[in-house]
């Protein structure tokens, strides 16, 4: 098992989401850059649904009580496993006592621990999603316990594998069309392809509020489903982008979808990056 | 009626919206088609999203969305009206102030009796139009305008589980413990959505509710029944 000793800013236990209760209300969660996760399962040879946890701006710091073979994907920040800084290296064999810990975000904001075999944490509904109202857990607190299969630890795995995905800052998010595009005039689709954006500080898992308003005539509408990708335009012209954990109905314009990718790459973009939204035909 | 119209939405979804009012008719259709299509395509759907006038189809990797869009296209409708619920699930809630702490606040603003508010909330039956919000958090049925009242303008930190609140023109019941901003006018034993179970909400879509006025010693009983799993939720058809 592993302890952990300092939680980092917000962590938690994802996979690849809770399907199948989203006409309940039940959101479907998951990785918030869904590449980069997968990836840290991959050089383990994990299943794409493995279990793992991610760190928010500020990693973890992690005791481990057996030795494992754990990988990270993600956001760039320093690693030290017993305060010895590790470069260029994404898989690990732990030892029994060592203490790994990992830094302040420096590029992207979402990193990835996976574990071979996944984090063994209790699966309510069919996923083990931290999420407050089916599990009870919304982040990882200080010297809570990680579980994992010690049996299948240190395999014969390429130790020095350091493939990584290159964090995309590139500024242009693509999207297609939303529900309420038609419902948009020329002016206003001029106004939010051409608008600089930034995420503010007000975004979570739920999702990524964006800081410039734009002025355009929005209604409320009638109460409609929404899933993660989807920008509300509010009626006081401010975009919401729902993510990860993002509630499964709401009452605002629909105006884009984030392609798949292009919320991974949205997760991971940086509070000064300029975001503009490329709309793809 | 009209034929909904079918858009994609995002690489693995689609729409299908009727036309934009919060009416029984067009909720059977939606319902209906929600239907529908889970018993025949059922190899192509991950799950149906419904709501008050639309529904969103997730598809599975795999399903070609073109040829998807032209199937939902091609459905005829209306589609079988039979299969829609006449279910009134009665819900027991003790409108007791200790619970219903903001039933003062309703009266004064309606200028009404609490006796006549819980008269006019209880006598109702509101359908569900959706869920959505938190897990398990039903969208009802209008509420008789005489008991509209607004959201508080500061919200409660902690409203507790069970809690039935009034919000503008909307009633609903809190599924868990949450901030809200609702006029509290009463509490309900039972659970809304239970993540143990393997299906963690009693209701369905289309089914609706009735509030069942209890006492505060009947909210305990059956409070002990919810908590030792052995109480069962009733209701009524409307044949």
């Not at chain 1, 869904?34 to 701006?57: H, R």
């Not at chain 1, 693509?174 to 309420?180: A, F, I, T």
């Not at chain 1, 038609?182 to 608008?195: G, R």
């Not at chain 2, 858009?7 to 919060?22: D, F, N, P, Q, T």
């Amino acid at each position: 098992m592993i302890e952990v000793i300092r939680p980092g800013q917000y962590s938690s236990i994802q996979d690849l989401g809770r399907f199948g209760y989203r006409s309940m209300g039940v959101p479907i969660s998951g990785s918030m850059d869904q590449s980069s996760a997968e990836l840290a399962n991959q050089l383990l040879g994990n299943e794409a649904n493995a279990a793992l946890v991610e760190m928010t701006y500020v990693g973890a710091t992690f005791l481990f009580q057996e030795c494992a073979t754990i990988a990270f994907a993600g956001a760039r920040c320093e690693v030290k496993l017993n305060n010895e800084i590790i470069e260029d290296r994404s898989v690990l064999n732990i030892e029994v006592g060592t203490t790994l810990s990992f830094g302040a975000m420096k590029d992207g904001n979402f990193l990835y621990l996976a574990i071979i075999g996944g984090f063994k944490t209790e699966m309510v509904l069919g996923s083990a999603c931290y999420y407050e109202a089916i599990n009870g857990m919304s982040r990882m607190t200080k010297g809570m316990t990680l579980f994992f299969d010690e049996t299948l630890q240190k395999q014969e795995i390429k130790l020095n594998e350091t493939r990584s995905i290159r964090i995309n800052q590139n500024q242009y998010i693509e999207v297609e069309k939303g529900p309420e595009f038609h419902l948009l005039t020329n002016e206003d689709l001029q106004l939010l392809t051409e608008t600089e954006f930034t995420i503010s500080p007000q975004s979570n898992r739920m999702g990524f509020r964006l800081n410039e308003q734009v002025e355009i005539d929005s209604k409320e509408i009638i109460s409609s489903p929404v899933q993660p990708g989807t920008v509300q335009l509010t009626k006081g012209g401010q975009l919401i982008v729902l993510m990860r954990d993002a509630q499964t109905v709401g009452g605002y314009f629909r105006v884009f979808q984030l392609t798949p990718e292009s919320i991974n790459q949205l997760a991971q973009a940086s509070r000064k990056l300029r975001i503009k939204f490329l709309l793809l035909d | 009626m009209g034929s909904p119209i079918v858009r994609k939405y995002g690489s693995h979804a689609v729409l299908m919206e009727w036309e934009s009012i919060i009416s029984p008719a067009i909720h059977d259709q939606v319902v209906g088609t929600a239907e529908f299509l889970k018993e025949n395509h059922v190899d192509w759907i991950l799950e149906i999203v419904p709501s008050y006038h639309s529904l969103v189809v997730y598809l599975k990797e795999n399903v070609d969305l073109e040829r998807y869009i032209g199937i939902c296209q091609a459905i005829k409708v209306p589609i079988n009206s039979g299969i829609n619920s006449n279910k009134t699930w009665l819900v027991p809630t003790c409108y007791d102030s200790s619970f219903g702490y903001d039933l003062n606040a309703v009266s004064t603003s309606s200028e009404l009796s609490p006796e006549t508010i819980i008269k006019l909330h209880s006598e109702a039956q509101y359908r569900i139009y959706g869920m959505g919000f938190l897990p398990g958090f039903l969208y009802l049925g209008v509420l008789d305008e005489q008991i509209h009242t607004p959201r508080k303008s500061v919200v409660k930190q902690l409203v507790p589980k069970g809690s039935v609140g009034i919000g503008g023109k909307q009633t609903g019941i809190y599924p868990q413990k949450s901030p809200g901003g609702w006029n509290v006018i009463g509490r309900t034993p039972i659970e809304l959505f239970n993540p143990t179970l393997k299906n963690p909400s009693p209701f369905s879509v289309g089914d609706s509710i009735q509030f069942t006025p209890i006492s505060l010693e009947e909210y305990d009983e059956v409070l002990t029944e919810v908590q030792n799993g052995n109480y069962e939720l009733k209701f009524v058809s409307n044949d």
